[in-house]
Each structure stands twice: as C-alpha cells, then as structure tokens.
C-alpha cells in the first residue's frame, strides 16, 4: 500500500498540502487503502475529489516507481532509511536503517555541521 500513498501523496503536493498530508499518512500508517487515503485527503483541508480522480488516474504512478526503482539500486529495503555523506564523498555513504532517536539525530548533525 505504500505506493498508493506515495500517490496519493503527489497528488496531494499537486493541491499545495504536501507536509499536512505527508504528516497526516504518518500518523495513520495501519489504513492506507484508497477509501482511507481519500479520507485523509478531506482531514487536510484538500480537495478530496480531485485527490481520488489524481490517484486514479495514476498520474504520479511512474515517478513513483521510479523512486522505488532507485531505492532498491542504493539498498532500501524499508522506511526510514537514511544515508549519510561524510565530507560530502558518496565512496564514504552510510546506510541506516530504521528511526533514529530525535537527540542522537541531532548530536550526530551538530558533529557533522562542527557546533
């Protein structure tokens, strides 16, 4: 279902509430169903019609593969994952999977930024 929402959130940033929606798939990631992702559309002040007929017409369908496509290629096997580049060299990316506790998050981007 996660491709679906990946749609539905494109078409949600094509309606201009692409964080509101963004935020409101990650409080409810049990129910991602059409009936449910539409729902969500109306909770956020979108145009839940307009969401409907976006998702389907599989507008974003292909960029959503694409992106899908690309995180195989670099080894994503789920959400989060977060790849980090030490020095900005791409040789030295690290991939980490899972969610990274908020203050360990920020203790590692304070080191890395030098503050």
């Not at 109306?42 to 593969?65: I, Y």
């Amino acid at each position: 279902e996660a491709r679906g929402a990946a749609e539905a959130a494109q078409c949600a940033h094509a309606q201009g509430k692409y964080l509101a929606y963004h935020a409101k798939l990650f409080q409810n990631t049990e129910a991602m169903d059409r009936a449910s992702l539409v729902r969500y559309a109306e909770q956020t002040g979108l145009d839940a019609k307009a969401l409907d007929a976006c998702l389907a017409s599989r507008q974003f369908a292909a960029a959503v593969e694409e992106d899908y496509q690309a995180g195989l290629k670099l080894g994503v096997r789920g959400t989060p994952t977060w790849f980090f580049l030490p020095d900005g060299d791409p040789k030295k990316a690290r991939r980490v999977e899972g969610v990274i506790p908020r203050d360990a998050l920020l203790h590692f981007l304070e080191r890395a930024v030098g503050r």
